[in-house]
Structures are given as structure tokens and as C-alpha cells.
């Protein structure tokens, strides 16, 4: 079983978010990378070198980009956003995918 730990970023980004997209968000992560964080599934995917994280958790229209750390059994969530179409918003800036 691995811990999950956010950073602060990702406190703050799930805080401007509704409350019930915040706790759907917050339910998928603790469902999804509690046990298997480092299997790729429908919904997860490893990145290929990108700032946000080694890994994507899809939540319906939202993204989670997270870092394992396996041999602590931690995965730690860098940030949280929002896609629409095919531009990813965190805090409200666009980056790129």
C-alpha cells in the first residue's frame, strides 16, 4: 500500500475547483494510486519527460500528475488541472501536453 502525499500546488489548485469536482477528484486519487500507482491503465499513463510529473491520472475532464517513489511506497501529486479540448488550464495557465 503506498502513502499519498500533495504538494502544496496541488492543495491550492483542488481548492479552486467545485467542492464536489474537488472530492471526486480527491476519491479517484485515493482509489487509483493507493495499491498500483505504477501500472498503466485507461486512466493512467506514464510521461514521457514532462515538468508536471512521470505519471497522468485521468478524472474525467480533470488531470493529476503525480511522482513514485517506489522504494518509499509514496506517490506524491505535483498538480491538478483542468482540460478542455485539447488545452490543459492549471491555476489558470496553459501548458502544454
Known sequence: MFTIDLSDEALEELRHFRKRDSTMIFNEIERQLIYQPDVETRN??????????????????????????????????????????????????????
Do not use: M, Q, T
Not at 517506489?70 to 478542455?84: F, R, S, T, Y
Open 44 to 97: 493512467r499513463k506514464p510521461l514521457r519527460a514532462h515538468s508536471l510529473g512521470e505519471w497522468e491520472l485521468r478524472v474525467d475532464r480533470f488531470r493529476v500528475f503525480y511522482d513514485i517513489d517506489i522504494e518509499n511506497k509514496a506517490v506524491l501529486v505535483k498538480a491538478v488541472g483542468a482540460k478542455v479540448g485539447n488545452r490543459l488550464f492549471i491555476r489558470g495557465e496553459e501548458f502544454l501536453l
